[in-house]
């Protein structure tokens, strides 16, 4: 019954939008998400909140990939909010949000009150690599609804990386902003773990043990490195190419397989940033997010030793 009324509900909003001015449609679109979201805090287990691009869709096949092993859920299908909990009540449902909706259809834009009483496990990652894998989210792989949705400019926009990057709307800026917002709230969260990108890179089953006993699981190593090398870089790739989770819709499907651009797994790269820009223009994109980004991330040293996606050292660029 509910999915009836989502799909009225959305179809509604849809039909209304078209005779309103494109702001009122935008807003009454992003209020029917944040109404969708706060059903799904309200009736979830644990939260998973990220920045987008900051590896939550790698972090969502290794749980699926888990609860396969672990709990005997179908292969090839990718965990939603209760799909994997509907099959098999152990497994919890689990919420995934970049926390943007959700905020405005509370109205706690400015806090993190909607969080403060949540399992939430919270996904972080160096904001130059999330602003330079936005670009290529919004040049090659950004569903065209999308974009006005969420203030992006049109993708045929004369933009070059380092504008996008810099863009007050959709880039440094912006993720800073989130960033800071969470760190002032951390200490009002009284279930939290915070996993970030660059260490769940550097030691993945580490990483992965320490969510799935937040997560109320006692997982076996075996388990955890069946997990892991599944969820690696070159094997996402090959699934992506083979439409492996075409169940699951477009969110790890390329948009064009002849163009490594649009695939969602592209390089993930930690400090891939400083391959795009010329030394001046790291200057200035790091001095940003020194000055600006809260330490309690540890991101503010510009220092960085760039590595593969597989974990592995890499000479700088």
Known sequence: MHMVTKRLTRWLVQFISIFLPEEKGRTLERK?????????????????????KSGRTWVRVMLSRYYQIAH??????????????????????????????????????DNRKDFYEQKVVLLVRRPQDVAVSQFFQWKYR?????????????????????DFVMNEDVGLPRIVSFLNAWARELPKIKNLLVVRYEDLRANPEQELTRMLEFLGENPKPGQVTETVEFGSVENLRKLESQDYF???????????KADPNSYKVRRAKV??????????????????VNANLSPVFD????????????????NAA
């Open 299 to 314: 991101y503010g040293d510009s220092s960085i030793t760039p590595t593969s996606g597989d974990g592995s050292k890499e």
């Open 72 to 109: 005997g859920i179908p292969e090839a299908l990718m965990m939603g909010f209760d799909n994997f909990h509907k099959k098999n009540p152990d497994v919890p449902k689990i919420f995934f949000t970049h926390d943007n909706y959700l905020r405005e259809y509370t109205g706690n834009v």
């Open 142 to 162: 950004m569903r065209p609804h999308k974009i006005p949705l969420n203030r992006y400019p049109p993708q045929d926009a004369d933009i070059d990386m380092l």
């Open 246 to 256: 075409w169940r699951s819709g477009s969110r790890l499907t390329p948009r064009d």
């Open 32 to 52: 029917r998400r944040g109404r969708e979201e706060f059903r799904k805090l309200k009736a979830a287990d644990y939260v998973f909140a990220s920045y987008a």
């Open 271 to 288: 400090g891939g940033y400083r391959d795009y820009f010329e030394d001046a223009q790291l200057e200035q994109i790091d001095a940003y």
